[in-house]
T-cell receptor
Framework: KAGVTQTPRYLIKTRGQQVTLSCSPISGHRSVSWYQQTPGQGLQFLFEYFSETQRNKGNFPGRFSGRQFSNSRSEMNVSTLELGDSALYLC?????????????????FGEGSRLTVL | DQQVKQNSPSLSVQEGRISILNCDYTNSMFDYFLWYKKYPAEGPTFLISISSIKDKNEDGRFTVFLNKSAKHLSLHIVPSQPGDSAVYFCAASADNAGNMLTFGGGTRLMVKP
């Protein structure tokens, strides 16, 4: 069974540019979450999509956006890149809706997309 | 404002001994707590979890303890093995928050042979 696939794995952008990252969840999983990992802040929640609807959003500026397609694949976009956006962006999928199900239906993470902004 | 904190950025233990990783939280709405392990260049992998209605959950060498009154949880690994060397993240979620997790900053565990 294929895991969570994220593309691209590595990318370098310059300030002011925009970037789109892609995530293909495990087959059958309807929930996709995005997290940003930086050395100073750890993993921070960006947003979660479930059945093409954004269910939760973290405390990030509007430059960060996402969407989910009918096949559950998800993309996130960061516009007007800043140096501080350099991070590992992790996608996680789950077959379940969360809440109490989290105890048995844990999130499965991809390997991440490492973004460097110069 | 960090709602989940792991105050020890690193921990070093001898193989065969116990590893104890600690985590504190401030949000009383958190109902579920999870531990993830992360190796370099890989995504985090689920280790063990606990609901707030329990105070202990055990899975093989891994045990998680929850002290709700202190808003503190800990992960015990007994016996520790060199392959356990990784970064461990504590995470928490509230019942109405879907799959949104709030993570701690992580603790790097090094198990020496």
């Amino acid at each position: 069974k294929a895991g969570v696939t994220q593309t691209p794995r590595y990318l370098i952008k310059t300030r002011g540019q925009q970037v789109t990252l892609s995530c293909s969840p495990i087959s059958g999983h309807r929930s996709v979450s995005w997290y940003q990992q930086t050395p100073g802040q750890g993993l921070q929640f960006l947003f979660e999509y479930f059945s093409e609807t954004q269910r939760n959003k973290g405390n990030f500026p509007g430059r960060f956006s996402g969407r989910q397609f009918s096949n559950s694949r998800s993309e996130m976009n960061v516009s007007t890149l800043e140096l501080g956006d350099s991070a590992l962006y992790l996608c996680a999928s789950s077959i379940l809706a969360g809440g109490p199900d989290l105890i048995t239906g844990e999130l499965f993470f991809g390997e991440g997309s490492r973004l460097t902004v110069l | 404002d960090q709602q989940v904190k792991q105050n020890s950025p690193s921990l070093s233990v001898q193989e065969g001994r116990i590893s104890i990783l600690n985590c504190d939280y401030t949000n009383s709405m958190f109902d579920y707590f999870l531990w993830y392990k992360k190796y370099p260049a890989e995504g985090p992998t689920f280790l063990i979890s606990i609901s707030s209605i329990k105070d202990k959950n055990e899975d093989g060498r891994f045990t998680v303890f929850l002290n709700k009154s202190a808003k503190h949880l800990s992960l015990h690994i007994v016996p520790s093995q060199p392959g356990d060397s990784a970064v461990y993240f504590c995470a928490a979620s509230a019942d109405n928050a879907g799959n949104m997790l709030t993570f701690g900053g992580g603790t790097r565990l090094m198990v020496k042979p």
